[in-house]
Structure formats: structure tokens, C-alpha cells
């Protein structure tokens, strides 16, 4: 079949499954969604390195790292650089890339605060020097992977948030107008400059931040940090759960299911893991996003939307879909946040395809020319969502220990800066950071359960719908934005 006609007849299909929401849309959706893998398409690679051992026994280390995570990783290859002769133990939950960094849609960008509009929201005093270690800490990230050979797949080609109502284009100027202002490269397409960058009828416009952004391969990031921090010297034990802390005075004593740690400072990079300190589950809570990926598109598939460029993308809805392409030219979909009780980390619902049945909804909403594609992966991921929106790193433990954490969806890149600035206030090392709020001010407290899981429930609730319909659940997220809260 030549292109022309293929093009056509997926054109003729979406049509025909569209229709009004009916028998003919949810049969396509159940058929694109039977064969899925209700797993993370990043872990599903043959490459994945092997785990390391468990940690059995005692053992005594200059830093402990608690969590084999993005900003554990981060944190073990950057202490050893600065710090060479530290002996650096990282103990592990579960493996490498299983928690929240192989879960991740992987869409990089300069910022260390979820976006430039987030941090003038929260910290406007300190604007710029937060956009110079925005920068510094991109730079860093790209000569890390350099100096240590790591293929994490990345590309540079920018990213893009789509206006996905005419309404939405008034929002986007001022966005282009603030980026404008710090120095960023940004431009601003109308409708049909957009859809030649990528193809769908919902966009009515984009702002494209061209570089200094790009995608990347989450899991293969971590794994290649994990390979760059044995190298230094660092020992990584994985299946290694913390099961309690202790302060002892001069040293904190941290014990696994078969062994324990004894170390002066430790440093927290476990997310929403309860980890024996109360007050941080006080400040960041777990959301679960969740995930599509589909089957690699063909030549002609690809052609149908365009996307030469390969930015990463994010859409203006108040319950936001972002998407981009994999090296193979897998779309990756994501969106459809949700809140499970006392932060579930693995809720059955995860586990259910009709979990996904409105997030493959909004892609062949997003694409109807792409109603052909099927799914071959679907999963649900944790954020650690926070009042401010971006990482902040907190003493403990009479200060040998510093928790860092609250990235709210945006830590794969973000994880590398707040890593190094928890280092920085653990060991009480000079650096421009420590002057500012960010690294001496944290996120406000969240309601505690049940108010948490009933204000989360009414949120998500409000989030859909309220583009269209306005009403109560428009003034709803006003009220939540007026309190702080990042939406």
C-alpha cells in the first residue's frame, strides 16, 4: 500500500472510531490495549546490567545514600568527584531504574524549579541566579554522560508546550514574553506553523524552547550512573530496603533486612519512601502519572503527524498529556494523574488495562490519523509532589542527614542539582545555592490522611472537566493556587 493510500484509509478508520464516544471508539480503544504490557517500556531491554549484591552484614562508610535512584546516583558519582577519598555506600530498595527514574517520560529541560513560570512564582527574588544554576546544571549533566561513556540515548532538539484551545494562546505569549526576558531561545508558532512541527487537530499554537532541552532514556540514564558510580568506587548494594534509623550522636545507624550501616552523614534520595522520618511524608506526597507507549511507528505512520524535530511536548490542559518519541520511534504518552490512600506505591489499579482506557483516548484524540497504532506498554509511575513545585533538600537528624526530595515531575534532570545541593549542606561546603530560599526554605505541610486522600480525589476530579466547563472546579484549583500549590 503507497503512502497516499495507507494515509487515507487510517484517516477513513479514525473517522469511523471516533464517532461520538460509542460502541465503535471503546472497541477500538480494548483491541489497541488487549495485548499491552503492563510494565515500563524503558525496563523491557534486553541491556538492563545485572543487580548487585544484597547487603549482608555490618558495614561503616563515610556517606550513606539511601536510594538507587536519579538523585542517589547523582549524588554517589558527584561526592566521589569532589570528594575522592569519601567511602560511599548506596543501598537500594529493589534495582536500579525500578522506582520513579524508570518510570519517567524522560523529557529533560534547563530548569531546576518545574518550569521558569514556577520559580518566579516561588522564589522571584532569586530568579536569575536559579536560571544560571538551571544552566550550569545542564551543562554538568551532558559533560557527566560524556566523561563516562554513557548512551542514554539524549537528543537535544528542544521542547514544546502546545496551546490545545485558542484560549490557551494568551497563556503562552506571556510564557514566550518571560523566557524572552532571561535569555532563552524560544519562538512562537501559530496554528499552522505548529502542526508543521507536529500534526493535530487540537493544536491552535505552540511555544518552542530550542535548545538546551531534549529527551533521553530514563532507565538507561540511571544504569549508565550506576556504572559511573562502581567506577569511582562507590558500593551499591540493591534489594537493600532501609528498615530503620537511628540517631546515635555522632554517627547514624541504618539497618537493611540482613545488615547495616554505620555512617556519620547520610543523605536521603528515596522519594516518598517511609524512611523512619516523620516529617517528611508531612511535606511530599505520592501521585501516580501514568503511561502509554506504543508500537514503533513506520515511516508512514510518522509521516501522517510530521514531528521532525523529535521535541518533547507538553499540552496547556489543566490535566496535562505530555508525549515524545523513543530512539525507535515509540510515541510515549503520558498523563492521567491520580492519588491512591496513604500514597500507595503499587496500587492494583496499575495493574488494570482499563486504567488506561482514557489516557488512550486522549492519543487518538490528540492523533486520529494514528488510529492504527497499537500500544505495547503500560505502566503507572510515582511523583513526589511538594507545595512548591521543585526539589528541596532538609536537615535531619541533628544535621548528618539531609533529605532530598519534591521534584514534582520533573527530576531527571532537576535530580542532579539537588543532589549536589544536598551535598552541599550536608558536608557544609560554600556554594552559591546555600544564600538562597532555595536551599534554606521548604514546601508547607499536606493535610494528613483522610483530608489528603479527599482533597487529592476532589482535585483530580476538578482537573477534568474544568478546561471546558469551568464552574466549581475552575474556581476549586484557583483556591489551591492561591494557597501555594503548583497546578
Known sequence: MNQALETKVAQTSAEAHAGHGGAPARLRVNEALAHTKLSPYWLDDPAQPPAERELVGATQADLLIVGGGFTGLWAAVQAKELMPQLDVVVIEANRVAHGASGRAGGIISTSVMHGLPNAVRVFPNDIDQLEQFGQRNLDGF?????????????????????????DHLAHLRADCDLHRSHGHDVVLLGEQATREQLNSPLFAGALWSRNRSGIVHPAKLAWGLKRAALSLGVRLYEHTPLVSVKDEGDTVFVSTPKGSVRAPRVLFGSGTAKVGIRDINRRVMQVRDHVLATEPLTEAQLARIGWKNRQGIYDTRTQLNYFRLTKKNNIIFGGLVSYHFDGDSNPPQDEKRETYYRLAQAFYKTFPQLSDVRFSHAWGGPIDYCSRGSVFARRYLGGKGVFVAGYTGFG???????????????????????????????????????????????TFHAFDGADAQGGWKRAWINGLKSMGFPM
Open 142 to 166: 551532558e559533560a557527566t554522560l560524556k566523561r563516562y561513556g554513557i548512551d542514554a540515548d539524549i537528543e537535544w532538539n528542544g521542547e514544546m508546550t502546545v496551546a490545545v484551545d485558542p
Open 412 to 458: 531527571v534532570a532537576a535530580s542532579r542539582f539537588g543532589a549536589f545541593m544536598g551535598l552541599n549542606i550536608l558536608f557544609d561546603r560554600d556554594s552559591p545555592e546555600r544564600g538562597l530560599d532555595i536551599a534554606n526554605q521548604s514546601p508547607i505541610y499536606i493535610p494528613p490522611e483522610p483530608f489528603r486522600w479527599i482533597g487529592a480525589k476532589i
